[in-house]
C-alpha cells in the first residue's frame, strides 16, 4: 500500500509545484500590466486638477454668470496653487464667456513638457502637443508657455 502511495504523491507535487508556477506568473504579468508609473499619475494629476477647475469654473459661472478669474496676486493661497503636487505648472485664462485652463509638467522626466487644456465647452482634459523643456530664468519654470 505505501507503494501506491508514493505512486499516487509524486504526480501531485508535480501538479503542485506546476501550479504554484503558474499562479506566480499570473501574479506577477498582472502586477506587471496594472501598475502605474510615475508618468501616469503625473498625467492623472493633471487631469484631475483640470477636471477640478472646470468643475469650480462652471459653479462660478452658474452663480455670477461670469467665469473665476484664477491667478497667483488674486486666489493662489485660497486654490492652493503654489501646493500643486509634483511639478505640475497651472494657469487659466478667463474671457465673459469662456475660460481656458492649462497644465504642463515632465512626467518623464526626460526634459519634454506634456501640455494638457480644457475649456468650457469640453469637461474633459485634451492633450496637447509636448515642448522641449529649456533652461529657464525662473528655476522650475519652463522657457515656453503653453498656447
Given at each position: 500500500?505505501?507503494?501506491?502511495?508514493?505512486?499516487?504523491?509524486?504526480?501531485?507535487?508535480?501538479?503542485?509545484?506546476?501550479?504554484?508556477?503558474?499562479?506566480?506568473?499570473?501574479?506577477?504579468?498582472?502586477?506587471?500590466?496594472?501598475?502605474?508609473?510615475?508618468?501616469?499619475?503625473?498625467?492623472?494629476?493633471?487631469?484631475?486638477?483640470?477636471?477640478?477647475?472646470?468643475?469650480?469654473?462652471?459653479?462660478?459661472?452658474?452663480d455670477h454668470g461670469t467665469y473665476l478669474p484664477i491667478d497667483r496676486e488674486r486666489n493662489s493661497d485660497l486654490l492652493k496653487l503654489d501646493d500643486l503636487p509634483g511639478g505640475l505648472r497651472f494657469r487659466v485664462e478667463t474671457e465673459p464667456s469662456n475660460f481656458i485652463a492649462y497644465v504642463e509638467a515632465d512626467p518623464t522626466g526626460n526634459g519634454i513638457t506634456e501640455v494638457w487644456r480644457i475649456d468650457a465647452r469640453s469637461s474633459r482634459p485634451v492633450p496637447l502637443s509636448s515642448l522641449p523643456t529649456a533652461p529657464a530664468a525662473d528655476p522650475g519654470r519652463t522657457s515656453r508657455t503653453p498656447p
Open positions: 500500500m505505501n507503494e501506491k502511495q508514493n505512486e499516487h504523491t509524486l504526480p501531485l507535487r508535480q501538479i503542485c509545484f506546476i501550479g504554484t508556477l503558474v499562479a506566480l506568473v499570473t501574479i506577477l504579468l498582472g502586477f506587471k500590466f496594472t501598475a502605474r508609473t510615475h508618468a501616469d499619475k503625473e498625467r492623472e494629476r493633471a487631469r484631475i486638477l483640470l477636471q477640478s477647475v472646470y468643475r469650480l469654473e462652471r459653479a462660478y459661472h452658474w
